[in-house]
C-alpha cells in the first residue's frame, strides 16, 4: 500500500495478556517511530528505529514493553502483562531517508485492556 | 527535556472566522516545526512544517511562520470552514523524534 499500516485496528484484551502490535511502514523508509496517544498523556514517542536498531528507545514507559524490527521493514510493539493503563492508540510512523525529517503516520491500534 | 506548549481547547468558530491556535517550545538550537491535524475517526495527517527560522509553512488556507525570537509557531487561516474541525497537534523535532503539544480540538459551525 502506500501509506503506514497497522494491525490489528482494534484489540481488547484482559490485564495480565501480552499483546503484539504491527507496523507496515511506506516501501523504502529506513526510520520507524512508535509513539502513544491517550486521554490523559496526549502524544508520547516511545522507541526510534533505524534499520534494524533502535538508537532511542527512551520513551518505553517500563520493560513490560519491547518492539523489534526485521528486515528494515516491519515492525512488532510488544507490551507483555498488560495493565488497564496501557489503553490507548498505538501510532507508527515512518520516514524516508536522508533530508527530510517529515514523518508519516499510521491509522493506529486502539488497545483497550479490561 | 523538550516540550511543546498550544492553547488548551476546544475553540468554536463560526464559518468564515479567522483562526489562531498559538504553540511555542523549548528545544534549542534549530528544530523542525509541524502542524499535524486529525480529523475525526483518522490518523494524523502533516498539514504543514517550517525547518528553519523565518520560514513559513502553509497548506490548505493555514500558515504558520518559524519565529525563533519567541520560539513560537502559531497557526492561524483566515477563513475556516466546516470541513476544517478536528484535533491539531502543534510539534517539535528532527529527525529522531517528534515532541507533541496536547493538541487543540477546533470545531466550525456553519
Known amino acids: 500500500g502506500a501509506g503506514v499500516s497497522q494491525s490489528p485496528s482494534n484489540k481488547v484484551t484482559e490485564k495480565g495478556k501480552d499483546v503484539e502490535l504491527r507496523c507496515d511502514p511506506i516501501?523504502?523508509?529506513?526510520?520507524l517511530y512508535w509513539y502513544r496517544q491517550s486521554l490523559g498523556q496526549g502524544l508520547e514517542f516511545l522507541i526510534y528505529?533505524?534499520?534494524?536498531?533502535?538508537?532511542?528507545k527512551s520513551g518505553l514507559p517500563s520493560d513490560r514493553f519491547s518492539a523489534e524490527r526485521t528486515g528494515g521493514s516491519v515492525s512488532t510493539l510488544t507490551i507483555q502483562r498488560t495493565q488497564q493503563e496501557d489503553s490507548a492508540v498505538y501510532l507508527c510512523?515512518?520516514?524516508?531517508?536522508?533530508?527530510?525529517?517529515?514523518?508519516?503516520f499510521g491509522p493506529g491500534t486502539r488497545l483497550t485492556v479490561l | 527535556g523538550d516540550s511543546v506548549t498550544q492553547m488548551e481547547g476546544p475553540v468554536t468558530l463560526s464559518e468564515e472566522a479567522f483562526l489562531t491556535i498559538n504553540c511555542t517550545y523549548t528545544?534549542?538550537?534549530?528544530?523542525?516545526l509541524f502542524w499535524y491535524v486529525q480529523y475525526p475517526g483518522e490518523g494524523l495527517q502533516l498539514l504543514l512544517k517550517?525547518?528553519?527560522?523565518?520560514d513559513k509553512g502553509s497548506n490548505k488556507g493555514f500558515e504558520a511562520t518559524y519565529r525563533k525570537e519567541t520560539t513560537s509557531f502559531h497557526l492561524e487561516k483566515g477563513s475556516v470552514q466546516v470541513s476544517d474541525s478536528a484535533v491539531y497537534f502543534c510539534?517539535?523535532?528532527?529527525?529522531?523524534?517528534?515532541?507533541f503539544g496536547k493538541g487543540t480540538k477546533l470545531t466550525v459551525n456553519p
Open positions: 510512523a515512518s520516514r524516508a531517508p536522508a533530508n527530510t525529517d517529515t514523518q508519516y
Open positions: 516501501s523504502g523508509h529506513t526510520a
Open positions: 528505529f533505524q534499520g534494524n536498531s533502535a538508537p532511542d
Open positions: 528545544a534549542t538550537g534549530y528544530p523542525s
Open positions: 517550517a525547518t528553519k527560522a523565518d
Open positions: 510539534a517539535e523535532g528532527g529527525s529522531e523524534k517528534l515532541v
